[in-house]
């Protein structure tokens, strides 16, 4: 970025304030007269009864055997995923422009060129609403994933343009993995981390956070929504499935972590970055036929690699 730019974050800071949706509940007794409310209060007996089911299906662990062969299966299990599932499984994220200010001004901002990289991309439920939002030429998508499966999916899309975008396979846990990335240090202006980074052994989410820190740009950004403790997903585990305190393994092998705000507050700024926003979301979906009540919670965050 040339001297004097503006980095994305801040020609972005007059775009419209991030909009959760804006159905609220007033009265209880209205509940199912809607699928979805938006920032629900949870009551002291519902965080009460929330975390009683938590502590029992994580009271007992896995073996740390268990744990270490589910790291080295890791990239199997995803590829198996993809296999059965190929692009059917998760929806476009047509969110992401609403909520993420500094992704619409990738389209609008003029200047030198500019760049992006979309971690554990999958099958591009990211990358493809992106490519076609943000139509400026001099933009770049980068995207990987550690499932070889996913990238040759997301590279069979009649919707994928190897001129404007650049998929590879890295494990972003592994520092040697990212020795063979195609991505120039100091060089991305925003990395997006979609659903990704829950999937990760704890232990190494450090590492990948680092690993962007350092191909960011100053004033670059990365923008983060994930999985929230106490999510619906979190309950219904049963005991048994628990490898360390709120990270869990699903039936098909794949692994899931739910984050705290302070959690997410801590390992970006131990990797160095500053927090822009940092937000639990709170939904109660609803389904009406059953009348079944359903709260999920999602974390989202932006944060700003430093000027120095
Ligand atoms: C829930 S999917 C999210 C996909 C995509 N970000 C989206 O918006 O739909 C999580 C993805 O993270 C990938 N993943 C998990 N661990 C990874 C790792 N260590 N390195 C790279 N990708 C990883 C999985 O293969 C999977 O495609």
């Known amino acids: ?8 974050m801040e020609a972005s800071a007059d775009h419209k304030r991030p909009a ?7 009265d209880e007794q209205h509940v199912f007269e809607h699928n979805a409310w938006d920032n629900v209060d949870w009551d002291a007996d519902h965080l009460h009864r929330v975390q009683q089911q938590i502590e029992d299906n994580s009271h007992h662990k896995m073996s740390s055997e268990r744990r270490q062969e589910l790291e080295d299966q890791a990239s199997r299990h995803w590829d198996q995923f993809y296999q059965i599932h190929q692009n059917r499984f998760f929806k476009d994220r047509k969110w992401l422009f609403t909520e993420f200010p500094p992704l619409a001004a990738l389209d609008q901002a003029a200047g030198p060129a500019l760049s992006m990289l979309e971690v554990g991309c999958g099958v591009g439920n990211t990358v493809f609403p992106v490519l076609e939002m943000v139509q400026n ?4 998508l980068y995207c990987c994933d550690f499932s070889p499966v996913a990238i040759d999916v997301l590279k069979a899309d009649k919707n994928f343009d190897p001129e404007r975008c650049l998929p590879f396979v890295c494990d972003i846990g592994s520092m040697a993995a990212w020795q063979a990335c195609p991505i120039p240090a100091q060089s991305l202006d925003v990395v997006t981390m979609i659903f990704c980074l829950s999937a990760l052994e ?3 989410m450090g590492v990948a956070l680092s690993a962007l820190y350092d191909r960011l740009k100053p004033g670059g950004c990365v923008l983060f929504r994930d999985y929230g403790q106490y999510d619906l997903a979190q309950v219904r ?4 499935k628990c490898l360390a305190d709120n990270f869990y393994v699903r039936g098909d092998g794949t692994r899931v972590f739910f984050f705290s ?7 970006f ?6 927090e822009k926003q940092n937000l639990s979301d709170k939904r109660l979906q609803v389904n009406r036929g059953k009348q ?11 944060y700003v690699k430093p000027h120095q």
């Open 1 to 8: 970025m040339g001297k004097g730019a503006p980095s994305i």
């Open 20 to 26: 959760f949706g804006n159905r609220f509940l007033t």
């Open 137 to 140: 030429a001099r933009f770049k």
């Open 202 to 204: 704890p232990e190494q």
């Open 237 to 240: 585990f049963k005991p048994g």
């Open 261 to 267: 705000q302070d959690k997410v507050k801590a390992i």
């Open 269 to 274: 700024e131990q990797a160095g970055f500053v």
């Open 292 to 302: 079944l009540k359903m709260y999920r919670v999602w974390i989202q965050a932006q």
